[in-house]
């Protein structure tokens, strides 16, 4: 169809790609990797893996003290070897055969739409099976409203956490949100001020063993800025900023320099290498840390994340 509009986005069918463009910014959604794999605002990539959901957050002494870690430890395999086992295209919420060759030949070089969804369904790695989905829905500002759906299943260990990570190029100078002060937990929330945060770099608790720590629960937004690119021709020393904005309701998220996993594998602070990229971390729902002893008490009831329930969680990546 025409391009009667400039709200509009472009579409570009690719072989194994959906690649969607407008004024600022460049997406590429990759059908072999099973997710977003670019992510490019004012010329700026803001991925460096294709983000994919998570469910694993480092355990914490409370959690070994009480055997968590052990009983959830299925969650730390999915984390790791999550796979795409289905992928959907709808254009202006009309479903649309998935586009790959020679499907997308029948497409031209010329093809435009108010709103563009690509979903993708990750089986998880545990007994027995379930799935998430990650629909990503981008408009002509550039907008990229994020759902993201897990369906329970009887008979799974409960969830440590549950979220979208983007990992990305390099580290952050900064992140600014909007939400409750310092750090925050389900369980750990009473003291936190409401208000907008500026926090330097990426800070990790320095825990003897290193463990859990740099949640935000309740944040409206929250905005990552990074100075570098991996692009050794990009001379240029001026900040660039990405923003996630609540949806329907708030968020959690974590801005660190690791990911849960790397956090997991060391014993001592000093093992933690030297920062080079972002682990941004979108939550839609987080296990409490309890912290009533360290030696057996379980987090209060209310404070847990049920496998065998439903969850869903939904937040917006603004446009350039």
Same mark, same amino acid.
């Given at each position: 169809?025409?391009? /009667? ?11 194994? %790609? ?31 893996? *294709? ?8 355990? %914490? ?23 795409? %086992? ?12 998935? +586009? ?18 690509? %979903?993708?369904?990750?089986?998880t790695l545990t007994t ?23 369906? $329970? ?6 969830? +440590? ?11 952050? *100078? ?9 750090? /925050?937990? +389900? ?7 409401? $208000? ?7 800070? !990790? ?7 859990? @720590? ?9 905005? *990552? ?7 050794? /021709?990009?001379?240029?020393?001026? !900040? ?14 974590? @801005? ?5 996993e790397e956090i997991e ?9 030297? +920062?080079?990229? /972002? ?9 409490? *840390? ?13 404070y847990h994340i049920s =496998? ?11 446009? =350039?």
């Amino acid at each position: 169809m025409a391009n /009667t509009s400039t709200k509009q986005v472009q579409i570009i069918y690719g072989d194994a %790609t959906l690649g969607l463009r407008g004024n600022g910014f460049g997406y590429i959604f990759s059908y072999e990797r099973g997710g977003m794999e670019s992510l490019v605002q004012h010329g700026k990539e803001w991925l460096y893996r *294709v983000p994919k959901p998570t469910f694993w957050r480092a355990t %914490t002494d409370n959690d070994r003290g009480n055997g968590f870690s052990v009983k959830s430890a299925t969650w730390l395999g999915t984390d790791m070897f999550l796979k795409c %086992t289905d992928i959907a295209v709808a254009v202006n919420d009309k479903p649309i055969a998935l +586009p790959i060759s020679p499907e997308n030949n029948k497409y031209s070089d010329h093809e435009f739409a108010d709103h563009v969804t690509i %979903t993708f369904t990750y089986e998880t790695l545990t007994t027995p099976a379930t799935t998430v989905t990650a629909a990503y829905t981008v408009n002509g500002k550039g907008d990229i409203q994020v759902n993201v759906d897990y369906h $329970g299943k009887a008979g799974l260990p409960e969830l +440590p956490a549950l979220g979208l990570r983007f990992v990305m190029p390099t580290p952050a *100078v900064c992140f600014r949100y909007d939400g409750l002060s310092g750090e /925050t937990y +389900p369980d750990r929330m009473a003291g936190g001020v409401k $208000g907008t945060y500026t926090v330097d770099g990426m800070p !990790v608790t320095k825990y003897l063993v290193p463990q859990e @720590c740099g949640m935000h629960m309740q944040s409206k937004q929250v905005t *990552v800025t990074r100075n570098r690119t991996q692009d050794n /021709t990009d001379h240029s020393s001026h !900040v660039f900023n990405l923003t996630f904005a609540q949806n329907d309701r708030p968020f959690a998220f974590s @801005c660190l320099p690791y990911t849960a996993e790397e956090i997991e594998n060391a014993t001592h602070i000093e093992e933690l290498p030297a +920062p080079r990229r /972002t682990v941004l971390t979108v939550f839609g729902a987080v296990r409490g *840390v309890g912290g009533i002893d360290s030696w057996g008490a379980d987090v209060e009831q209310q404070y847990h994340i049920s =496998a065998e329930q439903d969850h869903s969680f939904s937040f917006v990546i603004q446009g =350039a």
